[in-house]
């Protein structure tokens, strides 16, 4: 690209990434036109739809969250290397509102084939030491990135760090020990297909 356009996509990435920060995935493309000084024919110039900005945007958070799963999967003590993950992870979410709707629709950690098959081995590890319940799925892994989400959302300016209050008690209840205490779940755990056909709706 010639030097400036360069220039130009390198402050609409700046002025997205400080919008969607600050509010969230949907602020309007305009406005970030705006705020970078340029036109919105440049921006579309630059990136063709809005996934195509999110994409560049959050392109370094990808991998970040593998950097976080592969030290997951080092860590001596599987339930540790677990909450370590979930927490790098939600770390991530509560310091950046557009990350915490990237997180909810799957277009992050889950959604990929590399991500899923992280994730999948966390769990199976976690599984196996008999420190994760045994009837925890991949699947209810969602609810715990749709749960954290909506208390990002709800507390950012208020109490941001209410998400951690949040997590300990869903850790809590996600350990062996509790299911010890409590029984077998009371439903059946969503299908592959049933998450992923509400991953728009959660989003």
């Not at 979930?86 to 992050?108: H, I, P, S, W």
């Not at 196996?128 to 749960?147: H, I, K, N, P, Y």
């Not at 755990?189 to 509400?198: D, M, R, V």
Request: proline fraction near 4%; include cysteine.
């Amino acid at each position: 690209m010639r030097k400036d356009a360069v220039h130009n996509r390198e402050r609409l990435l700046r002025a997205a990434r400080s919008l969607f920060a600050d509010r969230g995935l949907d602020v309007p493309l305009e406005e970030i036109a705006r705020t970078a000084g340029v036109s919105i024919g440049t921006l579309y110039n630059r990136f063709p739809t809005r996934q195509a900005l999110v994409d560049a945007v959050f392109e370094d958070r990808t991998a970040v969250v593998a950097r976080l799963a592969e030290e997951a999967l080092a860590a001596d003590d599987a339930w540790e290397g677990f909450v370590a993950f979930l927490t790098g992870v939600c770390e991530l979410q509560a310091a950046d509102l557009g990350y915490n709707d990237v997180a909810v629709r799957g277009a992050a950690a889950g959604e990929s084939a590399g991500g899923y098959s992280l994730m999948r081995r966390i769990v199976a590890r976690a599984h196996a030491s008999g420190q994760l319940r045994a009837d925890v799925t991949l699947e209810d892994m969602a609810f715990v990135t749709w749960g954290i989400a909506a208390t990002v959302r709800a507390t950012f300016r208020v109490a941001p760090g209410a998400w951690r209050r949040h997590l300990a008690l869903t850790l809590d209840g996600l350990r062996a020990s509790s299911a010890a205490r409590t029984g077998p779940l009371p439903a059946p755990p969503l299908t592959p297909e049933q998450t992923a056909a509400l991953m728009p709706e959660c989003g």
